[in-house]
């Protein structure tokens, strides 16, 4: 999960309003919690999303933790988590779990029982994205769940759900610093159960390859074996370029980027590409970067 921790804080940092109306089914208001304190801001570290909620008029603290994986520990770092933030807030906290894949054995419940007493019976909200039917959210549902879509139930192919997130991220978001966190964000989450050559296939990867946010995801799908799709990812996103700017697509350039295996260098060459207005203008800045 850690690879992904960047992305899940990143949006929940952004969007926690709408992450807290979907877990409660209702709109909420949410307040960013700020505390100065430092053994405080430690506690709050340990957790993926802490915020402030008000529900008709009820104000409460809501705790979520994403999960990519079901844990068997979870529900006890859950309850840690909750009697902390309970006791340093003093406010009643709401605490859920989101299975991002699978879905958890536990029934939102922890029990601790002593000879006979009760020591403990802490329950939480438990939400398996599988379960969910996605077709809502994928189609009216708010752009900053979008990433989370792909990992939930749907009648459509894969190729589909991927396709109507990425364009509606590029129609309906304003700003450039939120497409590009929220299409990173997409890209990853999409991983953790589709194919990384199907979400290149489908994402634009020039989109992605410039994202600070994405290096983590792509050192982890390199671990994995599964950097090369990625370079002819970006050769191909190059040959599109081209072809876009110039209406040429010469045979001899897929061929001269095959052998290209540095990746920063296929980099180079992309943003060249966007730049480039004639195949002329392109040929001599391939030879300036690759000289023979």
């Given at each position: 999960m850690a690879e992904y921790d960047m992305i899940i804080k990143a949006l929940a940092e952004r969007y926690m309003d709408k992450i807290a109306s979907f877990v409660?089914?209702?709109?909420?208001?949410?307040?960013?919690?700020e505390d100065k304190d430092k053994e405080a801001v430690a506690v709050q570290r340990t957790s993926d999303a802490l915020v402030k909620v008000r529900e008709d008029g009820y104000e409460y603290l809501m705790l979520v933790e994403f999960q990519a994986r079901p844990d068997r520990k979870m529900a006890r770092r859950l309850l840690e988590y909750t009697a902390m933030h309970h006791c340093r807030h003093e406010k009643p906290?709401?605490?859920?779990?989101?299975?991002?894949?699978?879905?958890?054995?536990?029934?939102?419940?922890?029990?601790?029982?002593?000879?006979?007493?009760?020591?403990?019976?802490?329950?939480?909200?438990?939400?398996?994205?599988?379960?969910?039917?996605?077709?809502?959210?994928?189609?009216?549902?708010?752009?900053?769940?979008l990433p989370l879509t792909p990992l939930m139930s749907h009648d459509e192919l894969p190729e589909a759900v991927l396709d109507k997130c990425a364009k509606r991220l590029q129609s309906e978001v304003e700003t450039e610093d939120e497409r590009s966190i929220l299409y990173v964000a997409l890209?990853?989450?999409?991983?953790?159960?589709?194919?990384?050559?199907?979400?290149?296939?489908?994402?634009?990867?020039?989109?992605?390859?410039n994202l600070p946010l994405f290096d983590g995801i792509r050192e982890e799908w390199e671990a994995r074996g599964e950097a090369k799709g990625l370079g002819e990812g970006i050769a191909e996103a190059i040959i599109e370029a081209l072809e876009e700017n110039t209406g040429q697509r010469p045979a001899w350039i897929k061929e001269s980027l095959s052998a290209v295996n540095d990746r920063d260098l296929l980099k180079k060459i992309l943003r060249r590409a966007v730049k480039a207005r004639t195949m002329e203008e392109f040929e001599l800045a391939l030879k300036e970067l690759i000289p023979n």
């Open positions: 409660r089914g209702v709109p909420v208001a949410t307040e960013q919690i906290v709401y605490p859920v779990i989101i299975n991002l894949t699978g879905g958890s054995r536990h029934d939102g419940r922890y029990l601790l029982e002593c000879l006979d007493l009760t020591v403990v019976d802490f329950n939480y909200r438990q939400i398996n994205l599988q379960d969910i039917a996605g077709r809502e959210l994928l189609y009216r549902g708010p752009v900053g769940l890209a990853a989450l999409s991983s953790l159960r589709f194919p990384k050559d199907l979400i290149l296939k489908v994402l634009e990867v020039s989109k992605l390859e």
